[in-house]
């Protein structure tokens, strides 16, 4: 339940409450289904983890093939060789 931070806080960084509330949704099935491969026990709610990430620029949000929010591409890269590693092993 988005308390802090919350879409409003978001929005300028994304563009509208609209796409703000597609890219908090898309992540945390993101991060959802990467609960459900590493067999996770975390509890937290899985919004609340998307909307901190967007808002401390964690995550990255891209609308229509362009940057909102830019990527760390350090962590990306890191990121990127572990989801190869997990469909490799589906």
Same mark, same amino acid.
Not at 30 to 37: A, P, T, Y
Not at 49 to 66: F, L, W
């Given at each position: 339940?988005?308390? &802090?931070?919350?879409? %409003?806080?978001?929005?300028?960084?994304?563009? $509208?409450?609209? +796409? @703000?509330?597609?890219?908090?949704?898309?992540?945390?099935? $993101?991060?959802? %289904?990467?609960?459900?491969?590493?067999?996770? @026990?975390?509890?937290?709610?899985?919004?609340?983890?998307?909307?901190?990430?967007?808002? @401390? +620029?964690?995550?990255?949000?891209?609308? &229509?093939?362009?940057?909102?929010? +830019?990527?760390?591409?350090?962590?990306?890269?890191?990121?990127?060789?572990?989801? %190869?590693?997990?469909?490799?092993?589906?």
């Amino acid at each position: 339940m988005l308390s &802090n931070p919350n879409v %409003k806080q978001i929005m300028p960084k994304v563009g $509208n409450r609209y +796409e @703000t509330a597609l890219a908090i949704a898309k992540r945390a099935r $993101n991060i959802e %289904k990467r609960r459900v491969l590493e067999g996770s @026990t975390d509890i937290r709610d899985a919004v609340d983890i998307a909307a901190e990430e967007i808002a @401390t +620029e964690k995550s990255y949000v891209r609308i &229509n093939g362009q940057f909102v929010v +830019e990527p760390n591409l350090e962590e990306d890269i890191v990121d990127i060789e572990n989801l %190869k590693k997990d469909i490799i092993k589906e």
